[in-house]
């Protein structure tokens, strides 16, 4: 509601508006007609958006110079849903910086997706659904990131997860693939059971305290007028924190402002497949790799990591929500690095890895307090990088699988010479994910690193650090099983390089994660102005580059050749290693509770319980009611006498009962 | 006549001309009750349009009222010795389960395009139900409320026991005889209101300005509650509801779940929470926890179902537990949450159980193990299952999302009268389902839609015809059209809640609607 902003910050909904009109159209008009246009159309709608995006981002840093202080502005909103008087739900957009970045890499990376989905999926019987699909997520997926309360955030946080739904499961015909979806679906949305509850305890204290608080910062604040009990601005502020964890809950011995936090960071958790709600994202990757790249890999899997940047000053407040933020975070990028190093599919290596680097920027949030948010930045500054390099590497998979049409790794080898340009952009994000100095992972990397010990968690930091030489050894284990040595399944042999229309996108996203890491996140995106930005701090830096290094020479020794030194090192670690590639066994836990104790012990239970109990119940009734009725005609015996004394006993019963009662 | 009564004139008048026509002019028949109730759409629009601009007006009136103030009212006494009188007009949750009505018959009529067994009955009792049911939604006088009522549930048992499928005869006489002890239960309670009030009227309005001794209110409170629980498929009082749904016909199917259930939740808050306000405090809580194992027990009940009639008719018992559990909460949003849900569920089941009409049309199998991938065959008809059952699941965008966050969010704010821990964790326990809805609503699904095509000769089947696009285009965009834009539902019903609102908080906390 600033009268000073630029034509674009008025308009900041057409960001959104464009990729949900154009899937309107694409899936009513265009793809029925026409499948090639229906790619085209799809592709100009993001593409158009993606300008806006840029367009946003020029004029908020403009008005809002780097380094200085960047406020929260929400230059549109529109009532949408009025629960009850003092409680609505506004439709809008929210800018500010963290927006702002997210609105960018959406964008980037779905219209470069966009433009090689035209390429990748040609021929496809489903090319039009395809594409009135991915303008579904990516509008779904903007509408996230603009949300300025945290109703619109859960409006579009099932919207994601429903897209993502149907294109994994977009080759429905594939028995795995559908279950696969099935998985994705129902795991984030167990997860969000707790993000609803929390926005319902949320939505219920924050009406609730909204008087007082309304009170308390009075009128001064003129940019909060109009403001909500479920707008960002108000939860996060520190007079609503305040009172919010002034409140009990007396039978968990915690403030309620943690509970809702632990409970919104569950749907966080789940969207952003931290441990245990990670199974569903390994198997996603039955969907088209494009689909992987764009949702599973750069913007929709972050989305849990936004939620918590976006509520930061809550998650800040409450000591024990940061904490758990912070352990599940550490704890996932170490597990899912670990099992990432013995997987054969190429892109589930990917999909561990993104777990993994979710953990990453997890933590580095977790670490963050009030008065140190140098992982707030570092976070968001890997996330930025993240999706691009990770992006380049679902693509550069995608180029390789679209060549040699299997997914194991060891069905390929000796690409680099026969997709030379894959192979580079490919080896650019290998070094960026793996932190290698000048590539953007280094510089993110580095601020994470640094805040964990800084922000006092050694141990953590500890983690981190493992996970980095992790990461380097995984990452550079299928570059060389992929690309070096000799060509050794029936596809690998008659590989050829992608069409141009594939390799752009790819050498654009290559370029994005060379230069990416030498903008300085900490002017754009920070929390105090205090915030000192470090640049390259070596004490940590260097150690890091080394651990990155002796995992990319352990790759290169084990890997390069022939593989029996692989073969020979997996066979040393006995049973471990079978326990990992088995990823610990914890989708076999959950098929057991699922199957074995909820559909056996609970529904199948219920379903009979219904038809022979109650149902039983209806039925006796009626038996009873016929069988009563047989046994009344029989005193129906039209004998005057039978009626007498009937009457004569009826008459002295009730006078028994009117005695009775006397007395 | 007002448009009011022309409303429920309209397809009595269209019931003459289906008997009227000769059955060899069946095709006549099926042309003559499609104009019948799209005029019914019509007439809808207007008397929507006649009630907006009416009452948009009052809105602040309406913060303060304690009765609920009725539009486009036509009363005439009809007997005088008893009181009964020709009361019917319209508010805003009338209009909603008007329009309501007028789009799923219009759809059903579509989707009964190939009954070719005795056409003209058919259309004939289906058109007179449809008569009844107006009926109910405008009458202000319970006597003639309950006589709409039952011209609403009768011809039901003619229309499974003859159109039927499978066990249809059991069928019918279970759901014919639960209903009527339903309504008998309903009955006895309008008597006692007659009774007890003393004015010697049926007229509601008039009712509802006595203030009935709490003793009384807390006997018949729950009698009429439950009565018409009964027919809103309440535990354990819903088991009619799956039998009763598998054995009928598309069109009565989609009637039955989507219209008639309404018939519950409405009287339940039409009538006894309206009239009864201290039984409805005294009793919230424990219809709560009832309408709690509805929504859990329906929902598990429904994994494990193998047809897809039965499948759809646990779901509904899921989704109509919503309703009631709204109207238990006695808050604004659980309120205005339950009318939303009939009116979601209402137009959502219809759409389902016109699409398994028409699967089974094609593939004569409703076993869900038999089918599968059928989406290739039937994009169509896929696409519209597929946004019928994320419309169950509650996702955002469709109408689903409203209704149930309405509901619990009106569970969780509570009510001074009940205890607020025990609705918050009836709350927390009945947003389980949201998890349980979406396992087997994709289950389901998936088995049918994906997968490869599990028999040869589903690969010849036909995907929709004209009719079957304009049926199930129509409630599908109905569900969008409430989920995208749900403020215009919102504001035509919202401030027809406040004088419940209002009646509940007692006179002096009138105007006090904000704290709720």
Redesign the interface.
């Known amino acids: 509601m600033d009268g000073a902003s630029g034509w674009m910050m008025q308009h900041a909904w057409l960001i959104p508006a464009l990729p949900l009109a154009s899937f309107a159209i694409v899936g009513l008009l265009v793809s029925p007609v026409s499948k090639r246009a229906a790619g085209i159309v799809a592709t100009l709608a993001i593409m158009a958006s993606a300008a806006c995006a840029y367009l946003l981002a020029w004029e908020y840093f403009t008005l809002y110079p780097p380094g200085g202080k960047h406020p929260i502005l929400v230059p549109w909103s529109y009532e949408w849903l009025r629960y009850q008087p003092g409680l609505s739900v506004n439709v809008g957009v929210l800018v500010d910086p963290i927006s702002v970045l997210l609105l960018i890499v959406v964008t980037t990376v779905s219209s470069l997706v966009h433009i090689y989905s035209n390429a990748y999926m040609h021929g496809d019987h489903g090319f039009g659904r395809y594409f009135t699909f991915l303008n579904l997520f990516t509008f779904s997926m903007l509408g996230l990131v603009v949300a300025p309360d945290i109703i619109q955030m859960y409006v579009c946080w099932e919207l994601v997860g429903v897209s993502s739904f149907l294109l994994i499961g977009f080759y429905y015909m594939k028995p795995s693939a559908v279950s696969a979806a099935k998985k994705a679906f129902i795991v984030t949305r167990f997860a969000d059971l707790g993000f609803l509850v929390g926005v319902i305890l949320l939505s219920y204290f924050g009406f609730r305290l909204f008087p007082e608080w309304s009170a308390e910062v009075g009128a001064a604040t003129n940019g909060l007028a109009g403001t909500q009990p479920v707008d960002f601005a108000y939860l996060n502020h520190p007079a609503f924190l305040a009172r919010f964890s002034e409140l009990h809950v007396a039978f968990l011995g915690t403030s309620m402002l943690t509970l809702a936090m632990i409970l919104v960071y569950m749907g966080a958790a789940g969207k952003s497949a931290m441990f245990p709600l990670h199974i569903w994202l390994p198997d996603a990757m039955e969907g088209p790799t494009p689909v992987s790249a764009l949702i599973h890999a750069a913007t929709m899997v972050v989305a849990g990591v936004y939620l918590v940047a976006r509520l930061f000053p809550a998650f800040a407040y409450s000591e024990t929500a940061a904490l758990v933020v912070m352990v599940v975070g550490a704890f996932t990028s170490l597990f899912a690095a670990i099992i990432g190093t013995t997987q054969d599919d190429i892109k589930r290596v990917l999909a561990f890895s993104t777990l993994s680097q979710l953990g990453y920027m997890m933590l580095a949030l977790g670490v963050c307090t009030t008065e140190y948010a140098a992982g707030y930045t570092a976070s968001m500054f890997h996330l930025f990088t993240h999706a691009f390099f990770k992006a380049l590497l679902f693509l550069g998979a995608g180029a390789v699988i679209h060549a040699v049409h299997t997914n194991s790794i060891w069905e390929m080898g000796g690409l680099a010479k026969k997709m030379p340009i894959t192979h580079i952009t490919f080896l650019i994000a290998t070094l960026a994910i793996s932190g290698i100095w000048p590539f953007a992972g280094f510089f993110s990397k580095d601020e994470i690193l640094v805040s964990a010990l800084a922000g006092g968690h050694p141990l953590v930091f500890g983690v981190a650090f493992v996970v980095a030489g992790l990461t380097a050894f995984y990452m550079f284990r299928i570059y060389f099983v992929t690309f070096w040595g000799h060509g050794r399944g029936e596809g690998a042999a008659h590989a050829h390089e992608a069409p141009a229309v594939m390799w752009l996108p790819m050498a654009l996203l290559a370029v994005l994660s060379s230069v990416t890491g030498f903008i300085p996140m900490g002017e754009f995106v920070s929390l105090g102005e205090h915030e000192a930005h470090h640049g390259i701090n070596l004490a940590i830096a260097i150690p890091a580059t080394a651990v990155a290094l002796l995992g990319m020479g352990t790759a290169a020794f084990l890997y390069i050749g022939d593989g029996r030194r692989a073969k020979s090192a997996a066979l040393a670690m006995g049973g471990a290693y079978h326990v990992i590639k088995q990823k610990f066994y914890i989708d076999e836990l959950y098929l057991f509770i699922t199957h074995r104790i909820i559909f056996h012990y609970i529904a199948r239970p219920i379903a009979w319980f219904d038809r022979h109990m109650v149902d039983g119940g209806v039925n006796a009734s009626g038996w009873v009611t016929r069988t009563s009725g047989r046994v009344l005609s029989f005193m129906q015996t039209g004998q005057v006498q039978t009626y007498g004394i009937w009457f004569t006993g009826g008459v002295a019963f009730v006078i028994l009962i009117l005695w009775c009662a006397l007395l | 006549m007002g448009p009011v009564s022309w409303l429920i004139a309209l397809p009595f008048l269209t019931t003459i001309a289906v008997v009227l026509t000769p059955e060899r002019h069946w095709r006549l028949i099926r042309w003559i009750s499609l104009v019948g109730t799209g005029l019914g759409l019509i007439l809808t629009a207007a008397v929507t349009y006649l009630y907006w601009i009416e009452a948009r007006a009052d809105i602040e009136l309406l913060r303060s009222a304690t009765v609920t103030k009725l539009y486009l009212v036509e009363q005439v006494m009809w007997f005088k010795p008893l009181g009964i009188q020709y009361f019917v007009g319209v508010d805003g949750i009338s209009v909603s389960m008007i329009i309501l009505t007028s789009i799923i018959i219009f759809c059903g009529v579509l989707a009964s395009w190939n009954v070719e067994n005795r056409t003209k009955e058919f259309f004939a009792l289906l058109l007179l139900l449809v008569t009844g049911v107006f009926g109910v939604f405008v009458s202000y006088d319970l006597f003639l409320f309950f006589m709409f009522y039952e011209l609403a549930v009768l011809p039901m048992y003619l229309l499974i026991g003859v159109w039927g499928t499978g066990p249809k005869e059991y069928a019918a006489m279970?759901l014919t005889?639960?209903l009527l002890v339903g309504s008998a239960f309903v009955l006895v309670g309008f008597l006692a209101l007659y009774h007890e009030s003393g004015l010697h009227t049926f007229d509601l309005q008039q009712l509802a300005t006595i203030h009935y001794s709490d003793r009384f209110q807390w006997w018949f409170f729950p009698m009429i509650f439950v009565g018409f629980g009964v027919i809103g498929a309440l535990?354990?009082f819903?088991?009619?509801s799956?039998d009763g749904h598998s054995s009928a016909p598309t069109a009565v199917s989609m009637l039955h779940a989507g219209v008639l259930m309404k018939l519950g939740g409405y009287g339940a808050l039409r009538i006894a929470v309206y009239a009864l306000p201290e039984g409805a405090k005294a009793w919230g809580l424990f219809f709560m926890g009832l309408t709690t194992i509805n929504i859990l027990?329906g929902s598990?009940?429904a994994?494990?179902?193998r047809d897809l009639k039965y499948f759809t008719a646990y779901s509904s018992v899921s989704h109509c537990g919503f309703v009631l559990f709204g109207v238990a909460a006695l808050?604004?949003?659980g309120l205005?949450g339950a009318v939303l849900q009939m009116f979601s569920h209402g137009i959502m089941t219809g759409l389902f159980f016109a699409l398994i009409g028409m699967v089974y049309g094609r593939t004569h199998t409703r076993i869900i193990s038999e089918m599968g991938?059928l989406?290739?065959v039937m994009p169509w008809l896929a696409t519209s299952f597929y946004i019928a059952g994320?419309a169950s699941?509650g996702?955002?965008?469709l109408s689903g999302?409203?209704a149930e966050?309405?509901v619990?969010?009106g569970g969780?704010?509570g009510n001074p009268w009940s205890s607020v821990m025990m609705t918050r964790v009836l709350?927390?326990i009945a947003?389980?389902s949201?998890?349980v809805t979406?396992?087997y609503v994709?289950?389901g699904l998936?088995m049918v839609?994906?997968?490869?095509?599990t028999k040869p000769h589903f690969e010849e089947l036909g995907d929709a015809t004209l009719t079957e696009r304009l049926s199930t285009g129509i409630l599908a965009a109905t569900l969008l059209f409430v989920g995208i834009l749900?403020?215009l539902i919102?504001d035509l019903i919202?401030p027809s809640l406040y004088p419940f609102i209002n009646r509940l908080q007692g006179l002096a906390a009138a105007g006090a609607?904000?704290t709720?």
Do not use: C, D, S
Not at chain 2, 449 to 453: A, E, L
């Open positions: 279970k005889l639960m535990f354990p819903h088991t009619w799956p027990y598990f009940g994994i494990m179902q808050n604004l949003m205005k991938g989406a290739k994320l699941l996702l955002p965008g999302f409203v966050t309405h619990f969010l969780f704010f709350t927390i947003t389980l949201i998890v979406a396992v994709l289950r998936a839609f994906q997968g490869p095509i749900p403020w919102i919202e609607i904000g709720l």
